[in-house]
């Protein structure tokens, strides 16, 4: 994730960021300590970590709404 913006939050908007940041980290370790995969965004794309992450596909199936209705 890149953040271009570089100007400081406000008090509210930092106590908001911070609780976030706990959230995720706190997520992050029950999944570890559980041994589930998590899936995080790098180089423009989510990606599956984890030793029972699921393999990807080759050829990945298409998952777009079917519109026909």
């Known amino acids: 994730m890149k953040i271009t913006l570089k100007t400081m939050p406000s008090k509210?908007?930092?106590v908001i960021l911070d609780s976030l940041q706990k959230a995720v980290t706190?997520?992050?370790?029950?999944?570890?300590?559980?041994g589930h995969y998590v899936v995080v965004w790098r180089e423009g794309g989510?990606?599956?970590i984890g030793e029972d992450a699921p393999k990807v596909s080759e050829n990945p199936v298409?998952?777009?709404a079917d519109r026909s209705f």
């Not at 706190?26 to 559980?34: G, S």
């Open 12 to 14: 509210e908007s930092q």
């Open 26 to 34: 706190q997520a992050l370790e029950r999944k570890r300590r559980l």
């Open 46 to 48: 989510p990606v599956m």
């Open 62 to 64: 298409s998952y777009e």
